[in-house]
């Protein structure tokens, strides 16, 4: 597999990321197709035992959230620009700190963003504190599966 195509599939796995904290934006699926895409092109045992991991981190994670309550952040008072942030800063905190840098990456992201929208530490951890209730372990499963799924096929590129 050339570099362009390496390039092109990391960026498929990037959008899937995002799509776990973007409304309406499936990221397991993404990050599935872009391994999938990956190991049909590169066709090695190392490429389908990516896959196959790849598939039962993502099911179990379905398997997960299907039992986890249900989201509600409207009644949260989570802005979109917020939780895109906040997905950001648990994207960033993967990969300073590998897997286990997402969860207080994700929280720090809404936080700073609460912060500077209402302006002193009392509302803005309250609102945070509210936001993850609101939230549950929901998306942050999503998003530690997807992470792991995009960190192992990581590995074993650099592997391979």
């Known amino acids: 597999m050339g570099t362009w195509q390496l390039l092109l599939v990391g960026l498929v796995m990037l959008l899937g990321l ?58 949260a008072g989570i802005t979109r620009r917020a939780f895109l942030v906040a997905g950001a800063a648990g994207t960033a905190g993967f990969f300073v700190l590998p897997v286990l ?17 209402l302006g002193g530490h009392g509302a803005a951890w309250a609102s945070t504190r509210n936001v993850m209730r609101a939230l549950g372990t929901s998306v942050l499963v999503e998003l530690f599966a997807c992470l792991l799924v995009v960190g192992g096929w990581i590995g074993a590129v650099a592997w391979g």
């Open 101 to 117: 840098g997402a969860i207080p990456g994700f929280i720090g992201g809404l936080y700073g963003v609460e912060r500077r929208r």
């Open 18 to 75: 995002f799509g776990v904290v973007t409304p309406g934006l499936p990221g397991p699926p993404i990050v599935w197709a872009g391994v999938l895409w990956w190991s049909m092109t590169d066709r090695s045992a190392l490429a389908w035992a990516v896959l196959a991991g790849a598939t039962m981190v993502l099911l179990l994670e379905q398997a997960v959230s299907w039992l986890l309550p249900p989201r509600r952040l409207r009644g």
